[in-house]
Every structure is written in C-alpha cells, then in structure tokens.
C-alpha cells in the first residue's frame, strides 16, 4: 500500500493488531470484518482491498462490504488476482470475486487485458494502474562478468501450488544439454527453500535436475526481500514458471533490477512488461533455450549496465509518482461520490 500512497495527501492506517499474536505473524485482516468496519468507522474514509480475500467465506467478505457501505464508505478493489496463486482449486476464490467484483464502488488493475477479462466476467469497467517499483533505492549492478556465459535463475520459494517446480527444473535441464551442444555456456541455479509444503516434491524436483552440471540446485533458508534482490541482480535471466496466476510481483522487480524474465503464459502477466518477457513452455525446453539465447544475443546485455539502470530507476520514480497521484484522485472522488449520493438521499 505504501508504494501507491502519496503520504501528503493520504493517510494509511496500520493493521489492527490482533490480541496475542507474535510480532510479524500474518493473520486474517481484521480490518476487513464487518464488526472492525462498523465500530472504526469514523476512523477511515475509504477501504481499498488488495489481498486476503481466501481468509474469509463469502458471508463473511459480504459483511465486510455491508458494514463499509452502511457507514457510508466507499470500497476500492483492486484486482491483483483473478486466479489466486496459493491454491489449486479455483471455485472458492471465484465465489469471493463474485462477490466484491460487483459490489465495490471502483476497480483497480494492473494490465488493460486484465481490465478486458474483468469487463468480459462482470460487465465492469476497470481502471489500469500499473504496479510501481518496489525497490527504495537505485540498485546496483552485483553481476561478474563471465565472458559469454548466461546467468539464469529459477526461485521455487516453498513449492507453493501454482508452481510447477518439477517441470522447471526438468526443462532447465535440458535446455542446458541444448545449449551445451551448441556452443553456449550457462549457469543455471535454482534455489528452493529449507522447509516447503510437499518434501516427496523437493526431491522429485532435485531428481528432475539430472545431474547436469549446468544446473545447481540450492536449499535456503526463508529468504529476504533484500537477500533476493541481490540474488536476482546476479542473473542475466530470471525464469517464472507458473502453472496459473495473473500478475507477478516478481516481474516487478525484475524490471526494476533491469533482468529480463522467462515465463510461462498465464494470465496477464507478460502484459505487465512485454518488452523484456520472453515465452517459454515447460514441455518444450527448446524454448527455454530461445529464451537463454535471446538475452545473449539482446543490445541491451552490451550496453553500459550503470547508465541502464540509472535511466530505469528515474523512469520507475517518475511512474510511482504519477500512480501515487492517480490513487489520491481517485480516492477523492470515490469519497466526494459518496457524500453526494447521501446528501441527495437526504434531501429526497
């Protein structure tokens, strides 16, 4: 939320805290109760919703909406996610979209083809803001210079269910024996973490390695925001290997660190950054190898990195500007609507 809010203008309140709960321990948005909605409600003007919608059942979202609206708040969604990508089966999720979708005052989006599914599902107009930076600071270039060889890399986090880790893993290596027979050198490392949700899966992912010597499985502990970004500033490709999913904050950052990405073809993610996004499919490491050779071949791996990533860093400023800015106006006529409707109810 901070990274769309202008603090002159808008005034984010922090999490209700939630009784006994350790420091830092996610827990369901109690902010998003009817109760905490009805009892708080001179404390805020607008709710705008992002994530955690799987924490409650569509009653429960319902309420929510119900209170924000009889105290008179209008309710801004923003659509991150049309699949949500820390479960397999689908339906639920839906019946909770179906539920806010209709109901909120304004949508938000990140990408027009995510706006078109939206108006295409509800019949609702979507406004497209893209995501802002994610980085505070200009980032440094952390890459060695190994003459001809591509860095890429793989995260498969905690083997989360969208996904597809084996088949990634699988798909690296082989695209590095087709690689290796035509003359192109590649590190490809591939970090998973210590504890993950399906251990049989980690090792049938460190089994779909092979053995290449190009390919480098790594376990870590539970990585930070800055032990990745460094990590992906090492990388000439990052690959994103999801089976379902609609935009990616990976992406993001990736732009931000000026390291191009290898995906697979869900949702709306390509949109996001299309000129540094390179299509690939799982099931045929061929093209994992176009992509691998696409980055080596690209005029940007020869120009100077620093000037690169100067003029990425002032572009990504300049846009979460004008996104704080458009957030802010929105927000205004969201409540000034609002106020309206109720003064003309009044006087009816």
Known sequence: MRAITDPRRVTLLSDPPVPDAPPEQWW??????GQWLSENAAEYDLLHV????????????????DAARLAGRPVVFTVHDLDNPQIVDQEPYRELLNVIVPAADHLITLTPSAAAEIERR????STVLAHPTLLEQTAADSRVS????VRVGIALRDLRPNIDAEGAVRAAARAAGLL??????????VLMNDRVRDDRAAERVIDAADGHA????????????????????GLDLFVLPYRHGTHSGW???????GVPVAGTDVGHIRSQHPSEFCVIDLDDPRTLAAAVMWVHRSPASSSPRATHL??????????????RAAHARLYSDAVAGVRTHAAAGIQA
């Open 28 to 33: 369901p948005p109690i902010a998003m109760t």
């Open 50 to 65: 992002h994530f955690g919608l799987e924490s409650f059942t569509p009653d429960e979202l319902r309420a929510g909406l």
């Open 122 to 125: 509800w019949r609702r107009a």
């Open 146 to 149: 190994r003459a001809g060889t």
């Open 180 to 189: 290796e027979a035509a003359g192109q050198a590649v590190e490809i490392e």
């Open 214 to 233: 190009a390919v480098r499985m790594r376990r870590t502990p539970y990585l930070s925001d800055a032990e990745i970004e460094e990590w992906l500033r």
């Open 251 to 257: 992406v993001e950052l990736c732009y931000d660190l």
């Open 310 to 323: 100067a003029n990425r860093r002032a572009e990504r400023q300049q846009q979460r500007r004008a996104i």
